[in-house]
């Protein structure tokens, strides 16, 4: 094999090397926040961070479901003070006010 092709080759593999770690470390991260968000779940997430993963959510319907009914959980063992539903209905309204 002429050295060009051997150097291309090896630049080329070094290129691979690179994406390949990237997408690994990519999935590793992308595993560990679900792993984490279950961790919260089994330990009972509190309200102001249902609020906060609703946020980040946008546009991710099934998770903003699963969120609804964590709040919705909330509520029904919280039976005094503001529900946390209607807080999330609130910031559905004003995401649809600034999308309008």
Do not use: C, K
Request: aromatic residues 8%; proline residues 3%.
């Amino acid at each position: 094999m002429s050295p060009y092709v051997s150097n291309v080759t090896s630049l080329f593999s070094g290129d691979l090397a690179t994406v390949s770690a990237s997408i690994r470390d990519a999935g590793r991260d992308i595993l560990n926040a679900d792993i984490d968000l279950a961790r919260q779940e089994a330990d009972g997430i509190d309200a102001a961070e249902i609020v906060t993963h609703y946020v980040a959510a946008r546009g991710n319907y099934g998770i903003r479901h699963w969120l609804r009914s964590l709040a919705a959980e909330y509520d029904a063992a919280q039976p005094f003070g503001p529900r946390l539903v209607d807080e999330l209905d609130e910031l559905d309204g004003l995401t649809e006010l600034a999308a309008a």
